[in-house]
């Protein structure tokens, strides 16, 4: 959450900062900020709103300003305004900060430092963080790097943050703990920024920062220490990244881009992986570990939204083909469960961006407790991706619509693989299925181009529904996750009130919802609960409720009883949810379009949610 870019070098800052802003958008989108070293002056500029709103303010005079930092923000402490948008200056004025995190010990520093005089103007745990540097620096006479590493190190909480100073204009001090940050390095010019996106058009050597380390940037030097001042030795990584895949190419959002997508990062992820005619399975990021991970007595999953519900999809098929238990938590309350890991069990870590806190801290504590942890990551570099012990890439490019959608499809191709790796070796299916499954997987890219071809059929029915106040979406099996991301998608974008549910269970309390103006989507594809799902269709239509069914191509029965059906591509009901979950998202999508919802950046959320 909130995205920071930062500029030292021989170009004009400020469209760099900018641009670079706009790519980060999606990390937060309530309030924007830059502060540029002009001439002998430090000059904040920030406004409420989106990047183009700062644009509208900014100083078309600091053309000349070759450093800079810049911010948008997904608010914390304190509601989205110009005041407490960033950058934060010191007191003086003679420093200005950015800040990713939350740094949860600031009410007691806030205090101390108002007691010596200091006022404040925000309400942000950053300006005070700020100020406690300044504070430093001037009691104890130490240069500013040494301020804010002792600063560093009395905070608790999370942070990513660049400072400038106004008396040392040719310096900038980055560091981090818990939120991300790259370095871009480039020739005479170095680039900051929470991810790589605002870097790969200007160089593609980066240095992800570690937690707890300092990055001084000093007259064209970088010189990295730990917070204790130790140095550390910078590691250059070559990105492979570009350009086309961060931006929009001519279709109307990121997430229809993404959508559409799917076909090609399916195949992407499992290119080099899967040889269905030779029969071959093979994943290079798991290795090391393979036997704990074959031979373990119980697997847990941790991941938040998405990323929890790819995870509830991998738990039917690691029990029915690995036979291996398997439980999925939330990482929120994983992390905060004093939960009991035994020898032999294994953690998967599920996301998308490799930085959501929750997910990073249960991951912290699974290893704490002695487990092997492998991620499941699509942000290469990310930081899960750097403190899981082995792991899987998605290779699924960057996702930048908010609402996952890609991400999601790969997150289910490398469970898949996962699981079938441990099956085949473990010898808990036949060859034969094996092969099948293979053979299965590696058709499904087709399957979803298939899928993506009822888009107008789809727009079609978002028409008919877009005034709803609620939907029911309901599976069973394999599909009852994707039912949960169907209401997931919906609420996410379209700010529609929609509840997944296992279809079974709508007898539960549901059923008292439906009358004729409550829209259910089933998801009720041919596999082993299909007769089932045709009675729960039957109880819903009693009550006049309207039906809008996912079906196997070719099912004459539901058609008869449902309001509206969309036909997907049949396949193994275990990697059914790898397709049906297409016309989801898309009716998500475009009922969200034509509520004149902002895809992309819907109200309140972020991608990367780096706070708890
Ligand atoms: C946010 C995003 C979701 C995502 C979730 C988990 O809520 O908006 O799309 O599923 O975080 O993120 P992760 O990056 O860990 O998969």
Not at 482 to 499: C, P, T, W
Not at 568 to 592: D, F, N
């Amino acid at each position: 959450m909130c995205g920071i870019v930062a500029y030292i070098g021989e170009k004009p800052a400020l469209p760099i900062l900018l641009n670079g802003l706009k790519r980060l958008e999606y990390r937060g989108y309530d309030s924007a900020g830059v502060a540029l070293i002009e001439g002998d002056k430090l000059n904040v500029y920030k406004k409420q709103g989106k990047v183009a709103e700062l644009e509208k303010v900014v100083n078309s005079n600091s053309e000349g300003a070759t450093t800079g930092i810049g911010h948008t923000r997904w608010a914390t402490h304190g509601a989205p305004n110009d005041t407490n948008a960033h950058p934060h200056y010191s007191h003086s004025k003679k420093l200005a900060v950015i800040h990713n995190g939350i740094i949860e010990n600031y009410g007691s520093i806030k205090t101390d430092l108002s007691e010596k005089g200091y006022e404040f103007r925000s309400e942000t745990d950053t300006e005070v963080l700020v100020n406690f540097i300044e504070d430093i620096q001037v009691s104890l006479k130490v240069t500013l790097e040494e301020a804010v590493r002792i600063a560093l190190s009395k905070v608790i909480g999370a942070y990513a943050m660049v400072i400038l100073s106004k008396e040392e204009p040719n310096k900038m001090i980055a560091a981090r703990k818990g939120s991300p940050m790259v370095i871009g390095v480039g020739s005479n010019e170095y680039f900051i920024a929470s991810d790589a996106t605002p870097i790969i058009e200007y160089t593609k050597e980066v240095i992800y920062l570690n937690d707890e380390e300092v990055a001084v940037i000093n007259e064209g030097e970088l010189k990295i220490t730990d917070i204790k001042d130790i140095p550390k030795k910078p590691e250059i990584h070559k990105l492979d990244l570009q350009l086309e895949a961060i931006e929009k190419g001519g279709y109307e959002h990121f997430m229809l881009k993404e959508v559409f997508e799917q076909p090609k990062s399916i195949a992407d992820c499992m290119r080099g992986r899967i040889n269905a005619a030779q029969h071959t399975l093979t994943l290079g990021g798991i290795h090391k570990y393979e036997d704990q991970l074959i031979n373990a007595n119980r697997v847990i999953i941790i991941g938040c939204g998405t990323s929890w519900h790819a995870g509830l999809v991998a738990e039917y098929l690691f029990e029915d083909i690995c036979r291996i238990p398997l439980e999925v938590e939330y990482a929120s309350e994983f992390r905060y469960r004093n939960p009991i890991i035994n020898k032999g069990d294994i953690v998967i870590a599920i996301s998308q961006s490799g930085e959501t806190a929750d997910t990073l801290a249960a991951i912290e504590l699974a290893k704490s407790k002695g487990a092997i942890v492998f991620g499941v990551v699509n942000a290469v570099g990310s930081s899960i991706s750097r403190i899981t012990h082995e792991g899987a890439y998605l290779h699924a490019g960057p996702e930048i619509g908010v609402a996952s959608t890609k991400a999601f499809t790969a997150q289910l191709t490398v469970l898949t693989m996962i699981a079938l790796t441990v099956a085949h070796k473990k010898q808990t299916i036949s060859q034969a299925r094996f092969n099948d499954l293979l053979n299965e997987l590696e058709s499904i890219p087709a399957k979803v181009e298939k899928a993506l071809k009822s888009d107008d059929q789809i727009k079609k029915v978002a028409g008919l529904f877009k005034d709803a106040s609620n939907f029911i979406y309901l599976g069973r099996g394999y599909n009852f996750p994707v039912a949960l991301e169907g209401a997931l998608k919906l609420k996410e974008i379209s700010y529609i009130h929609a509840e997944g549910y296992p279809a079974a269970e709508m007898k539960h309390g549901p059923i008292a919802l439906i009358d004729e103006n409550m829209p259910v989507v089933f998801i009720a594809t041919r596999d082993s609960s299909y007769d089932k799902i045709v009675s729960n269709i039957q109880e819903v239509k009693s009550r006049k409720g309207k039906v809008i069914a996912i079906v196997t191509e070719g099912d004459v029965l539901i058609p008869k009883m449902a309001d509206f059906t969309i036909e997907v591509p049949g396949t193994h009901e275990a990697l059914m949810p790898l397709v049906s979950v297409i016309p989801l998202q898309l009716l998500s999508y475009h009922i969200a379009v034509m509520r004149g919802c902002n895809v992309d950046q819907p109200r309140n959320l972020a991608k990367s949610v780096t706070v708890e």
